[in-house]
């Protein structure tokens, strides 16, 4: 929209880079260009303003394929007006001369004549296309047609407007036929999904299994070994024993050995300590053999003295006194008195 400004009863109109104005002065053209800048009195001047920049137009509409299913078509125009003067005399760009606004709405005329236009060549193609094939090809189709059909459109010439670019977006049926189009491939993804899942199972089956069969291969050798370890002890303890047994015999001949010339030597000891005292007791009883029998009684006494226990004192009776001094002053037989 062009910027307006009021002074003194004049206007001054500052149009921007992309809109093209016309300048009617008292049915003459004044001005005529983009970007123009100028002075005008109101009620003298007629104004229209043409934008000349590229412009978007998003449509979307529904669409019946050859198989009776409704789909939904989204595309993008872009346009822009080529021939400002042409426009301006075919649609209605006046601006107020105070405010600058369109009186009238061209632009949205522009875009039913495309919307419009695109709409008939797009229902023209996918009447003739089967479901299935609009969503796998239908997109490439309707562009291709809907271009062509806007740039042999006689009208969009004749109005200054020329089409840029189409673009589809998308085509997508309804919403219970998309999720009924999706349940195949999604089952066959899902079976995908099992079989991959069945396969780690089994692959998780299969390891455990060799893992099975490796512990209990393991255990088979454990309990292998166990055997030879115990056969091993076995051998060792048996092997002890005879070693022990062999010692012990060796140990009790040694001892036996030790015992016999212990009891020769106690023996011989014995006869040596015999025959001393033999030869003790003979000289003894030789040397005591002239002795009188009154000596010899004082020697038993003396040896019978030597083995009483001790006697700290004695008490003898008178009795006793006289009789032991008589029998010891009493001459023995055969002696002289």
Do not use: C
């Not at 109109?13 to 009617?24: D, F, G």
């Not at 009776?68 to 125009?77: E, G, I, L, M, P």
């Not at 309707?142 to 589809?168: C, H, K, N």
């Not at 349940?183 to 899942?197: F, K, L």
């Amino acid at each position: 929209m062009a910027d307006i400004t009021r002074r003194f009863g004049w206007r001054h109109l500052r149009s921007a880079p992309t809109a093209h104005i016309r300048h009617h002065k008292r049915g003459s053209l004044a001005h005529d260009g983009t970007g123009l800048s100028f002075w005008y009195r109101p009620l003298s001047a007629a104004l229209s303003e043409v934008p000349v920049d590229d412009r978007e137009l998003a449509m979307a509409f529904h669409a019946r394929t050859a198989d009776f299913q409704d789909v939904t078509v989204q595309a993008t125009v872009t346009y822009r007006i080529s021939d400002p003067a042409l426009a301006a005399a075919r649609l209605d760009f006046y601006v107020h001369p105070d405010s600058g606004v369109w009186r009238g709405t061209p632009l949205e005329q522009i875009a039913t004549l495309l919307t419009e236009t695109a709409q008939q060549h797009a229902l023209d193609v996918l009447a003739r296309t089967p479901l299935a094939t609009a969503l796998v090809d239908g997109v490439a189709a309707v562009r291709e047609r809907v271009a062509a059909g806007l740039t042999g459109e006689p009208r969009l010439p004749s109005t200054g407007i020329e089409v840029v670019a189409v673009r589809v977006v998308a085509i997508r049926p309804e919403a219970e036929v998309e999720r009924a189009l999706r349940t195949p491939a999604r089952e066959q993804i899902q079976q995908e999904a099992d079989r991959s899942v069945y396969e780690r199972r089994a692959v998780a089956v299969e390891r455990e299994r060799t893992i099975a069969e490796n512990e209990l291969a393991s255990k088979i050798e454990l309990a292998r070994r166990e055997e030879q370890l115990v056969d091993q002890r076995g051998t060792n303890a048996r092997r002890e024993a005879e070693e022990k047994s062999a010692a012990d015999e060796v140990r009790t001949s040694a001892e036996a050995a030790r015992t016999v010339r212990l009891a020769r030597a106690e023996a011989e000891a014995a006869r040596e300590v015999g025959a001393a005292r033999a030869e003790a007791q003979a000289a003894w009883l030789t040397a005591h053999g002239g002795v009188t029998p009154g000596t010899l009684h004082a020697l038993a006494a003396t040896k019978f003295a030597e083995n009483l226990p001790r006697i700290d004192s004695l008490t003898l009776s008178p009795d006793v006194l006289t009789g032991l001094l008589a029998r010891l002053n009493r001459p023995e037989p055969g002696e002289r008195a």
